[in-house]
């Protein structure tokens, strides 16, 4: 976090820290998975009781993150619905050009829910039993997940404002980048299952 601060305002010691610290969540996603895949799948120590407790944690989790994103989207509608005359009194602000929402933004949307579609055939098809299908499955929602994570990188290069350019900017890339953040985390859990899959951890 304090890497991506010192980024925004052009510290070079910003960059460090923030490799850093990106290399540091790699690693400890790493440790905890290579944990996770030792204690059940070679130990056998995720008991019926384990279970539970890891879909309730898994199902508190999922409701915090609806309460995150509600609170960007009411940041968003709060602004647009009510515009303060510091940015014209019109949403969106009248010195921002926003995006075409025809273009990138539609295409990223239809590859979200495309591969909202692939992981739901992966989940029926372990279900099911079928190896074969599930990591096709897992291999399309990767690669449409990468695909996604590459146009909303292009999106900022190419965004006529930034995130300093008041509340419209802030509540866009604050939402969007927490949502890419979330893609990139979801496409790691994704790829380390593809690889469960593969050497037959997940029946």
Avoid at 58 to 74: H, N, Q, R, T
Avoid at 173 to 197: P, Q, W
Wanted: with cysteine; glycine share 8%; hydrophobic share 55%.
């Amino acid at each position: 976090m304090f890497g991506s601060v010192g980024v925004m305002h052009g510290y070079t010691e910003g960059t460090i820290l923030m490799q850093l610290g990106f290399f540091f969540l790699i690693f400890i996603m790493f440790c905890w998975w290579r944990d996770v895949i030792r204690e059940a799948t070679f130990e056998g120590q995720h008991t019926q009781s384990v279970s539970q407790g890891l879909k309730w944690g898994m199902l508190l989790f999922i409701l915090s993150e609806v309460m995150f994103f509600f609170a960007f989207f009411w940041s968003f509608f709060h602004s647009s619905f009510n515009p303060s005359p510091f940015i014209g009194g019109v949403w969106p602000p009248a010195f921002i050009t926003v995006l075409d929402p025809w273009k990138v933004p539609l295409l990223n949307t239809i590859i979200l829910l495309s591969s909202g579609a692939s992981v739901t055939w992966a989940h029926h098809s372990i279900i099911l039993g079928s190896k074969f299908n599930v990591i096709i499955s897992l291999l399309v929602t990767v690669f449409l997940a990468i695909i996604f994570t590459s146009l909303q990188v292009f999106e900022y290069i190419t965004a006529p404002f930034n995130i300093s350019d008041g509340i419209y900017g802030s509540t866009f890339y604050m939402a969007t980048g927490f949502h890419g953040f979330h893609v990139f985390v979801g496409t790691c859990f994704l790829s380390v299952c593809l690889l469960r899959v593969y050497f037959n951890h997940l029946t």
